[in-house]
């Protein structure tokens, strides 16, 4: 099971506030810990809000809102993928995650789809087929 693990965003993240050595120390070693444990699948921070876009959708339109999203509630900061075997596990494993904000924070756990949860409505199985072809051939190409 994959699951994606969000790191809220705080008012610092927000403003582009960068971790100091001890905290970027800490945080290396539980990557470390979550590679060699074969958990990680990908990890990344992410730039505030500022720096980015969101394309909104109304039927065949598209328009484009720059960041910050300031009336947004709840941004991500940054995330992890992990594979394990349950949610329990990938509970366990962001409770040994160090603190990753100067502040009081908060990380969301969501499962990820995989092919199988949409047997129901793929009877065939061409569009799974077609989705485990498309993966093989993006993970080829990032190696």
């Known amino acids: 099971m994959r699951f994606m693990i969000l790191v809220k965003a705080t008012k610092d993240s927000e403003a582009g506030v960068m971790p100091d050595e001890k905290l970027l120390t800490a945080m290396m070693k ?14 990344e921070g992410l730039h505030p809000s500022s720096k980015g876009a969101r394309v909104k959708f109304s039927g065949d339109k598209r328009s484009v809102v720059d960041g910050p999203f300031a009336e947004t509630k709840e941004l991500v900061a940054g995330f992890w993928i992990f594979q394990v075997k349950s949610k329990e596990e990938a509970i366990e494993w962001v409770k040994r995650c160090p603190n990753p904000m100067y502040e009081e924070s908060e990380i969301e756990i969501r499962q990820v789809f995989e092919a199988a949860d949409f047997a129901e409505s793929d009877p065939t199985g061409e569009i799974r087929k077609k989705e485990e072809e498309l993966r093989a051939m993006s993970e080829s190409r990032n190696r």
């Open 30 to 43: 539980y990557n470390e810990e979550l590679v060699k444990a074969g958990v990680l699948v990908a990890g």
